[in-house]
């Protein structure tokens, strides 16, 4: 959309296709393109915020659709800058429809659905269009892959000749296990992330009288894969008071689990192809950023394409977005550490002070205190890599109430 209001004549291929009801993306829309489809996705406020300079007229879909609005500083005494701080939140079929819905209505784009592409068109050594499973092919100035963390673009330029993306891939070793609910909306009594001994959980508000709880925790954690279960699942939530009540409706869905997620960055360098979005970026999604750095990396390439730079958006993309993934898996891999170190009873002290400060920060947030929470909440909400302020001292390693990791096992064994 943001390259078709530039003038741009944009095809959009996408293998799954449409919902076969309109309004009923929830409960028909198949997307095997998208294993995340239900899962729990809240859009950050920097999200919203370039959203609402770039395409307000979603924003109104998904409102019309039952999208609510949500502020992150919502517990706070209001000051003017806290609308940094708010969002819309909506299930991801509800945000998608909304998009697709605009997409299909903006001059200039081209939806094709239920067809893959199956390789590259080249001429030379650059690439010059697509290959489709009917047969077809398209053949365009710029091919842009946004074909998510699994695209297949690096063995395609491979089996073209043409050099593959260099490319940093780690499993982050999170595990969700998430569940959809509906009922009355929710008191908010803590944050959205809430970190507890060994796991994290996730309240996260959804459009109309829906929302999504989960837990995340290492993959690596046996004794935790009872969380399947949906009785113990309830059992082990009832211990933090913060997020208890967040269950205490119609369960939408069971316990759906997914692990396996990748921190992943690609380099494309060939000419007449560059990769957006997951497809380039990708990231273990317990902070929620994936769906803000992919509107953050669409927004860049429209503006470098406006600057007439196509073949340097590597390198822009490096600057812009680099400091994103970079702060991004820092936070999991000491998260993950910490967690996986929790299992086995130890203490984790890293030597990394950035660490120690955000400990603090979380910690002095979680207790009340109105300039470490908008600090807290700028880097959350994606306002900013590096915190405003940060407070000196070590804070407790949970500040939040709920179970240890004692407590939470002989839960769990109750429960089973
Ligand atoms: C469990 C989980 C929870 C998440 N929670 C959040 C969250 O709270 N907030 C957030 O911002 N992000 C979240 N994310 C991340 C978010 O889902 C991704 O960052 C986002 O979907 C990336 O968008 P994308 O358009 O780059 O790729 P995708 O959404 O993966 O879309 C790729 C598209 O390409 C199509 N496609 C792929 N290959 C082909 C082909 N060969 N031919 C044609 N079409 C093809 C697919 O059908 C699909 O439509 C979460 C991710 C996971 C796994």
Redesign the pocket.
Known sequence: MLLARDGHQVTV????LACPTPGREWEQWE??????FR??????PR?HAVMSAELPSVLDRVTAAGGQPFNFAGSLPPVPSDSRFHTITAR?PILEAAMAAEAAETPGVTLRRG????GLVTQGDRVAGVRLSDGDKILAELVVD???????LPSWLVEAGLEAPAEERADAGFV?Y?RHFHGARPEVRGPLLQHHDSLSILT?PGDNDNWSVGFVTSVRDKPLRALRDPAVWEAALARYPLAAHWAEAAPLTGVVA?GG?VDQWRTVTTPGVVA????AC?TN?SL???????LLHARLLRDVLRAGLPTSFADHTATEIGPWYQTTVWFDRHRIAEIDADATGETYQPADPAWTGAKALYAAACSGNPEALRAQLATACMLTTTPETVPTGIGPRYPLPGATRDQLLSTLTTAA
């Open positions: 291929l996408d293998r799954d997307r095997p393109g998208v294993t995340q899962l729990a996705h809240i859009m950050l999200w991801r067809v893959a592409v199956t946004c074909g998510g963390r699994r695209s297949a969700y998430m996260l997914m997620l957006v979005g997951d497809a990708c999604p929620g950023r994936g769906a803000t750095t992919g």
